[in-house]
């Protein structure tokens, strides 16, 4: 926990990083012109180099080495709130130069940390001003020349630039962990096939898109035969590897469009849209026979087959529940038959075989 909160705080302190550089570099020349006139001791034109062309790598670097990196990034977030507000103050809070600092860095607050980093960058920037003063003294310089608003204009352009295209990079990162976290939802973890609960919302698609196009499509059941004798015998661990090599040989078997999901327990489901019956039943022939064919070096005597129903997705079904039933007795029927086999209903819901056990 404490690991992965510290990688959070390390990838906020990188987002910082370039803003920073962009906005405290481009910020220098306009507190540059502004406090030229001034005539301020040579300390203060020390510090403004030092915080224009040095902090930002100097902040970098303390918020790599902490070690809790997002709360030392907050704090130098503070820092140019407060120095954004002694440079304010500073250049005797000459309009324009000051309202660009101000705003950018009240900017960087709100979309750094939302309304609380918002309120402290705030009440910086007035600890920031009360700082100035109390070294030189309450000014006033309502003039802005035409020099100092040419110093303004980059600060004004290109940091809102750099910004935004830091947000629209996190947006982008965001929407890409949104897809991440949504197909893990929607995936069973053993097997990397849909789950339950997803591949069910699919057949409800799949069956509506089959009846309004009239176009055929096919389900098919498939069960590990006697999959708990090979769990009580071989242990789980072999167990769950018999799973992974079923949905291993089901997505190299399936086409693109065929939807395959973990049932539950030792079955799987598969939806074949566009497909015959007759087309169906050899792929799950296919299917069926590599499975059977699988041989594990280290378990010679282990053999693994499967039970096959399928049922064709006829027009006289009110749901998708009719059509997956009648799939689940043409499973059945293999089952109660000797199993090692695939099976479906004909158009009156018969039950045929079609292929039989070695």
């Not at 089901?250 to 086409?255: A, E, F, I, S, W």
């Amino acid at each position: 926990m404490t690991e992965n909160l510290r990688g959070k705080g390390l990838s906020f302190v990188r987002r910082i990083y370039l803003p920073r550089i962009i906005g405290l570099g481009i910020g220098l020349f306009s507190v540059y012109a502004a406090i030229t006139p001034l005539g301020l001791p040579q300390w203060v034109w020390g510090l403004l180099f030092f915080n224009g062309l040095a902090w930002p790598h100097l902040a970098y670097q303390l918020g790599l080495r902490s070690k809790v990196p997002y709360q030392t990034e907050r704090r130098n977030l503070l820092i140019d709130s407060l120095m954004g507000g002694f440079w304010t103050a500073t250049m005797q809070f000459n309009p324009l130069p000051s309202v660009t600092i101000l705003s950018m860095m009240t900017m960087n607050n709100v979309a750094a940390g939302g309304q609380r980093l918002l309120l402290k960058g705030a009440i910086a920037q007035v600890a920031g001003m009360l700082l100035s003063v109390a070294i030189f003294g309450p000014g006033l310089q309502l003039v802005t020349t035409p020099s100092q608003v040419y110093a303004c204009l980059p600060m004004l352009t290109l940091y809102p630039l750099a910004l935004g295209w830091v947000c629209y990079r996190l947006a982008i990162k965001l929407s890409e962990h949104k897809r991440t976290l949504s197909a893990l939802s929607r995936t069973d973890s053993l097997t990397g096939l849909l789950n339950h609960g997803s591949w069910k919302d699919l057949l409800q698609l799949k069956f509506h898109a089959s009846q309004q196009q009239q176009c055929e499509s096919v389900i098919a059941i498939i069960d590990i035969d006697h999959f708990k004798r090979i769990n009580d015998t071989y242990g789980h661990v072999v167990g769950d590897c018999v799973l992974r090599q079923l949905s291993s040989e089901l997505k190299r078997t399936l086409r693109e469009d065929d939807l395959a999901g973990r049932y539950g327990g030792d079955e799987f489901c598969v939806i074949l849209p566009n497909t015959s019956l007759e087309q169906a039943h050899g792929v799950m022939e296919r299917l069926r026979q590599q499975v059977s064919d699988f041989r594990n070096e280290q378990l010679p005597q282990l053999r693994i087959s499967l039970s096959i129903g399928l049922a064709s997705c006829r027009r006289d079904f009110e749901d998708p529940v009719a059509w997956l039933n009648e799939a689940d007795q043409a499973l059945y029927a293999a089952k109660n038959s000797g199993r090692n086999k695939v099976n479906f209903a004909d158009a009156d819901g018969n039950s045929l075989r079609l292929a039989y056990p070695d």
